[in-house]
């Protein structure tokens, strides 16, 4: 473990007396300078990854023809949130979200268990096979969903899940989307420190004991990492939803959004984006709130290095 | 993968007023047996049809006429289902469905698509049940409107929607530039190509916004050209879709006529710029009249036919069928579903959201009853005269390949000094091959 | 050598513990992909509802097809562009919000939010701001420059593309450097700073070969991702102009939904598993030549 390293370094000298030789303090405010211009780099850095989710939150308060405005406005003119409202008349918006939701919540929680166990037993238990094995298992991180969508849904097809929810719970959680879980938690736990197992097993903890009562435990950040991931990852699916269901009571929401649609197929910007919006500012908060364990649960895991 | 305005507009157009559908088949090529009389099952079955409408009212008119179907044909059918597919993607999602051996009993055909389908046996025969039917009046239909979806005497899908293109006016800026009124040049015949661009370029200098679009083109969507080289008698292929004639004299004069009237006379928009003339952006531009529905009162509008081109004036539709799918469960109860879908009394309820195909409700007082926004007369001199003698976009069992390389080689047209010729010249030769497969 | 009963119930635990991801690997990525293989040697066309044995054909036509050539010179031209500019700018954004300024949470949170926003509106704005007149154009304006028409002209649309790609999901390849830097122990900092190292020296010498797995990872991720990225073509250029975006999984897409081309199609996403294959391999193999430790 490294977490006493994880602070972030200081890059100021040390608090100085207020006598300090002049060059020093002439050096000193050459730095703040510099640090404030480089607050003012990273402020016009921002724009371009700012503006375009600025435009899409203020443009589902605008009506169609302002939202095609070739240069884009600011703030709506006229600002409205009829669009809200249709959100949900227009679609059962509730019952998608929910979908979304609460198939995220299971791949996540399915994964991070999958992805802990394989990540613990490839890094830990000696068996044969195992280096073959997690070849086999990486195999899946080279795959891009359009290569296999096909015969993926000839064996949904084939076991009568089509228009379940099952293909977009079982497969990410047990096929390709699974493996980038699986070696983060593998790296995790090959830096992982062994005396505290040994321990455990000399308390008399079998092996799944010392799994469940101290590995896991101990990779609480690593995890957080994988549910991240897993989440964003299980939120924004689109390909195999549009493709495995077809009520619109068992849409996800990124499928949801493409259906605010007019009668002659033309998409309603304002709801769409009213939708988008709704299905966004969630993720956003969230992170906003747990960033940090964010970034020190990437720092802990595997994928730091 | 979704909407790009440029896309979802030109896939709008396609679908919507015009409509397009796609179909979906299986069967191993050749025709494949015309749909017969549906003999009653052991219980009955349930319809699926696959439609890219996610119009709430429109599914729920859908709804209504199969409750009705079912209500009369309880041994025949349990539940009718309509399955909506997202626009961008649905292609790809019925196109895996064909892969994955679930396909639909019934599906909407884009038009752009009609030949493959058509030519593939993926669909039935409709015409035996269509005829066939108690009460359908099958002579009622337009012939024009059902050629697109023929093969020798058969007849593979149903054209449900038959949407003309026409040119929409934003009066307000025409008046403001000074610029004469389309419709009094209708009334005494100068309605030109010509015409046209001087005043989209009059207007244009005068708003500083854009004379004439061309919806749905965008410098991709190429085939929607298709409604102004028809004014030279412009084809892309010959009639029996084997030889290339992006190089006759009539497709060399209405490109040059293009391109010089949108960098010379900057009377349409160059590319890279967009313009919704919905949004007041532009002051005419060229639609399905079934966008009707997009105007608001921001500004006052009129709607006239296509300009006369040399060869005269060409009216031209787009379309949108719905097929029975030979690989579907049950295609002969689908087929006989089709015919209850579209017999005369439903077709006057589908014809609020499309323009049916049928001779006797062609006239300007059913159709205004079913478009408020658009008068008796309006709907008269646009939609009724021109769908009896139209064309349609172009079309061919290769589409797709055709489209995507036709769009790449004319990138090359759409730059300022490019040589019309020359770049039409490289045009056939990049699809001659694919024309003589 | 018979192993113990503690050895072989250990045993018996591993393969428990590994059998759910190694049985879902074998049912929904190596049996999908013998399937593609398999697909791969006949001629499909699913409206026809043909399935054609033709064995190598589909291959031989890849050697002889033009269209295959233009796609793989976009897939190079735009994963090396992408790579390139991604991870240089993640490291960049990195580095700058690891120098305790003021605002760090805030900018951290901004350079990330595209990372949970949608494909879909990421990519409608920027068609919007790359139009010809757009957004783009209009600020370039203001500073006395005259933007190309980005999405018409073949190098700037791939530009374009790049971009519009690297901003939406350099935030998260920006996170996870910035988790590695702050691994790097500030003694050492302190010491090559003693030492009277500069900033940059000091990145160079001391900061990168430390990171130097994390950028290796990364680099795998963001290639194999570049490979995959699709959408954002479709909507933004259509593969165009001219055949310039159209990029492997592109024309793999187009073959197989478009054109129902499944056989061919198939083959197309052997040689894309091919290629994905073989890149990590080497970029795993060179692993020791340049990065600094192993994990």
Not at chain 2, 267 to 274: D, H, I, K, Q
Not at chain 3, 181 to 192: D, K, T
Request: glycine fraction near 6%; include cysteine; charge should be negative.
């Amino acid at each position: 473990m490294r977490s006493e390293i994880i602070t972030a370094p200081e890059t100021e000298a040390p608090a100085t007396p207020v006598l300090v030789p002049l060059p020093r303090r002439r050096a000193r405010a050459r730095r703040g300078l510099t640090r404030w211009l480089l607050v003012v780099v990273l402020a016009v850095l921002s724009l371009p990854f700012v503006f375009p989710t600025w435009w899409m939150a203020t443009s589902s308060l605008k009506p169609m023809s302002e939202i095609l405005r070739r240069v884009p406005t600011l703030w709506p003119q006229d600002p409205s949130f009829d669009a809200y409202g249709r959100v949900f008349t227009l679609q059962p918006f509730a019952q998608q979200y929910w979908n979304s939701l609460y198939i995220a919540v299971v791949v996540t929680l399915g994964t991070m268990l999958v992805a802990a166990m394989a990540g613990y037993a490839f890094a830990r238990i000696r068996f044969p096979g195992a280096n073959a094995l997690f070849v086999l298992v990486l195999v899946g991180l080279l795959v891009p969903a359009e290569v296999t969508i096909v015969p993926l849904f000839r064996i949904v097809n084939t076991l009568g899940l089509v228009d379940t929810h099952w293909p977009l719970i079982v497969v990410p959680v047990l096929g390709a989307p699974a493996v980038l879980a699986v070696f983060i938690m593998r790296q995790f736990f090959l830096g992982l420190p062994t005396e505290l197992e040994e321990a455990g097993r000399l308390d008399g903890l079998g092996r799944w004991g010392v799994f469940w009562r101290i590995a896991v435990p101990l990779s609480r950040s690593a995890l957080g990492a994988v549910a991240i991931f897993t989440f964003l990852k299980s939120w924004n699916l689109y390909l195999e939803p549009v493709v495995y269901l077809s009520s619109k009571e068992s849409f996800t929401l990124p499928q949801a959004l493409t259906q605010y649609v007019d009668a002659y197929g033309g998409p309603m910007w304002n709801v769409q984006l009213a939708a988008t919006t709704l299905t966004v500012l969630p993720v956003l908060a969230v992170f906003l709130v747990a960033q940090k364990q964010f970034v020190q649960g990437l720092a802990h895991s595997g994928l730091k290095g | 993968m979704s909407a790009h305005p440029t896309r979802a507009r030109r896939t709008a157009a396609a679908v919507g007023a015009l409509g397009t559908a796609l179909a979906l088949t299986s069967c191993a090529g050749g025709s494949s047996a015309p749909a017969g009389e549906p003999e009653t099952p052991d219980e009955p079955v349930e319809l699926r049809m696959t439609v890219w409408t996610a119009d709430e009212a429109q599914l729920e008119l859908f709804q209504t006429i199969a409750d009705a179907y079912v209500a009369e044909n309880p041994e025949l059918v349990a539940g009718v289902s309509f399955e909506t597919i997202p626009f961008e993607d649905y292609t790809t999602a019925l196109t895996t469905q064909l892969a994955g051996g679930n396909a639909p009993d019934l599906a909407w055909v884009f038009e752009s698509n009609a030949p493959e389908f058509v030519a593939s046996g993926a669909l039935v025969d409709l015409r035996p049940v269509l005829e066939g039917t108690d009460g359908y009046a099958a002579d009622d239909l337009v012939p024009s409107a059902l050629s697109l979806w023929e093969d020798g005497d058969g007849l593979y899908a149903y054209p449900f929607s038959t949407s003309p293109f026409a040119v929409f006016v934003n009066t307000d800026q025409l008046a403001a530039a000074g610029q004469p009124n389309p419709a009094d040049l209708v009334a005494d015949g100068g309605w030109t190509f010509d015409a046209a661009r001087d005043i989209a370029a009059a207007t244009a200098q005068d708003t500083g916004k854009q004379g004439l679009v061309v919806r749905d083109f965008d410098y991709q969507a190429w085939e929607n050209l298709a409604t102004v080289w028809s004014g030279w008698q412009a084809q892309p292929w010959s009639a029996d879709g084997t030889e290339c004639t992006f190089t006759d004299p009539a497709m060399v004069d209405a490109l040059t006529w293009f391109h010089d009237a949108v960098f010379t006379d900057g009377a349409l928009p160059e590319p890279g710029t967009t313009a919704d003339f919905f949004a007041g952006d532009a002051a005419m531009t060229i639609t399905q009249i079934s966008r009707a529905s997009s105007l608001d009162d921001s500004f006052s509008w009129d709607v006239v036919p296509l300009p006369a081109g040399p060869a005269g004036q060409q009216d031209v539709v787009g379309q949108a069928g719905i097929g029975v799918f030979a690989a579907g469960e049950h295609p002969d109860v689908a087929a006989d579903f089709l015919a209850y879908f579209t017999n005369p009394e439903n077709a006057a309820q589908l014809a609020a959201y499309f323009p049916p195909p049928r001779a006797s409700l062609l006239n300007g007082e059913d159709l205004a009853a079913a478009n408020p926004r658009l008068s008796a007369e309006q709907l008269e001199a646009v939609v009724v005269e021109s769908v009896q003698d139209a064309v349609t976009k172009p079309a061919h069992a290769s589409f797709a390949k055709l489209s995507e390389t036709v769009r790449a080689e004319l990138d090359a047209l759409w730059v300022e000094d490019a040589d019309v010729e020359a770049v039409l010249a490289d045009t056939c030769a990049a699809i001659t091959p694919l024309l003589e497969d | 050598m018979a192993a113990s009963a503690a050895v072989r119930r250990d045993r018996l635990v591993g393969y428990t513990m590994v059998a759910p991801v190694v049985l879902g690997s074998l049912a929904f990525v190596v049996l999908p992909l013998v399937m593609v293989v398999w697909y791969s040697l006949h001629e499909w066309n699913v409206l026809a509802n043909t399935f054609t044995f033709v064995g190598a054909e589909n291959y031989q036509r890849m050697a002889a097809d033009p269209g295959l050539a233009d796609a793989l010179r976009a897939t190079l031209w735009f994963s090396v562009g992408l790579v390139v500019v991604n991870i240089a700018l993640a490291l960049l954004l990195a580095v700058l919000l690891n120098q305790r300024l003021p605002g760090t949470t805030t900018f951290r949170t901004f350079f990330f939010s595209p990372v949970v926003v949608s494909l879909v509106a990421w990519t409608i704005v920027w068609s919007f701001l790359l139009q010809a007149d757009g957004g783009i154009n209009g600020f370039l304006s203001v500073l006395g420059v005259e933007g190309p028409n980005w999405l018409r002209r073949p190098d700037a649309a791939m530009a374009a593309v790049i971009i519009v790609q690297v901003f939406k999901n350099v935030g998260l390849n920006m996170i996870l450097f910035l988790a590695a830097l702050q691994g790097v122990p500030e003694e050492l900092q302190e010491a090559a700073r003693l030492d009277g190292a500069g900033a940059w020296r000091r990145f160079r010498s001391v900061t990168l070969p430390l990171i130097s797995p994390t950028v290796l990872l990364v680099s795998i991720i963001t290639i194999v991702g570049s490979l995959e990225v699709f959408a954002q073509i479709d909507v933004l250029t259509g593969g165009g102009p001219g055949s310039s975006t159209t990029v492997l999984v592109y024309y793999l897409y187009q073959q197989a939904f478009r054109f129902n081309e499944f056989g061919y199609a198939s083959a197309l996403a052997v040689l894309l598993f091919v290629i994905v294959l073989v890149l990590t391999l080497l970029q795993w193999q060179s692993r020791k030549r340049w990065v600094f430790h192993e994990v």
